[in-house]
DNA sequence: GACCATACATACTAGTTGGTATGTAATCCC
DNA sequence: GGGATTACATACCAACTAGTATGTATGGTC
């Protein structure tokens, strides 16, 4: 027998139904309503968690959206070559990324476009899970060129803030195209560029086969 | 003396203004009220003219945001070396995008994130554009290619495809940044990779320099 | 100059939204 | 077990929104 009142399920509740909310409708779209009668929960409830629906949006953002990217990206860098591992993960999201997904797009990038530019508190907390990534990226960038994975003749937080945009950007863009042909070309466009980034010889010895 | 009803240009004044205040907020966060007070005109011509804020909204991806989008790219099939010209306008959108460009983002994809998962009239036409951008951008690469300009081992469509998203995603991901130091970087990435897209011996003759 | 469609202008409505005031019932602590 | 705090629940509100009904004046047409 569980106790009638689990604040913390009840958190966790309203935190969860905000996310799929906000990443259907936006924030601003989300309704309130709409995330009370998903879950069951009163509006007293919801407002005594949080306290406006701006701090909701911030908890979703830090609390879902922020394990969300941070669930991608941080085990890339662990692996033995950051190339390998950047192109399998390029292949599993090209693989597992469903009809709905394509459609709806990247929770993160999506509060990117639609907040960051009227709310400065959504932006730092925004652009506070980019910078780690960032960081993150090019620290393996640079693992990378120091181990001999990775070209010596690219910049480091050039090739990083790139590989971050074009990424958000080929999930981005596929929202407007119906089918997913833009997002298997997109994201085998950018498997080719990640193929680039290898110093020459490891390319050529990939690239040979396809010439000889 | 001018005739007190100017029809055409209040239709224009109204989409201008609702292209603006669309950039600004969004199109579910843009007011007819605050369109209304900019231009001066009232809600009775508005309506006259539009006959929904829908149609409004579709008004303005058609005659203001379409001709933004092929104003860029257009040009860049036109010049001789397509890999120049698109360096040059990565270029150019890096020196000439100030502070406001980069707090509001481009208003293209700005709209597709917003609306083309949950309206299917803005999602066709924001893709009519998008395609006719994918098409020019597949066309000018093949182009390339047969003139020796671009490398025979990338797939054009696949190309293209990555190269709108790259652009835009670069765009986009720096509204999350305060400052222009993402915009920046990302934009360098992209010039790297379009050189890379240079046939091979094309790129040595650039690279040579650097590395003697 | 009559007529009529176009081009506005004004006032109002209905619906939805986030937010709040107030009340109540668990639960924890001593 | 009593008191206080946490965790809800209900009812209501003010603001804003797109949209409409209705009226009026202008400009072109015959």
Redesign the pocket.
Known sequence: MQ?????????QQLLESAFAEIHRNGF?G?????ILRET??????????F??????GLAVIEEMVRPFVEANWKPVLEEDNIIDAAISLTRRLTAERNDFALELGCPFNNLIQEMSPIDEDFRNALNAILQDWRDGLVQGLKCGQQRGEIRQDICPEATGDFIISAIEGCVGMTKASQSQAFYLNAMQGLEQYLEQLRPVCAQDQIRTPKNS
Not at 4 to 9: F, G
Request: proline residues 6%; without cysteine; aromatic residues 4%.
């Open positions: 106790p009638r009142k689990q604040p913390d399920r009840t958190r601003r989300a309704s309130l309503e709409t069951g929960v009163t509006k007293g409830a919801l407002y005594h968690h306290g406006s629906k701006a701090k909701l």
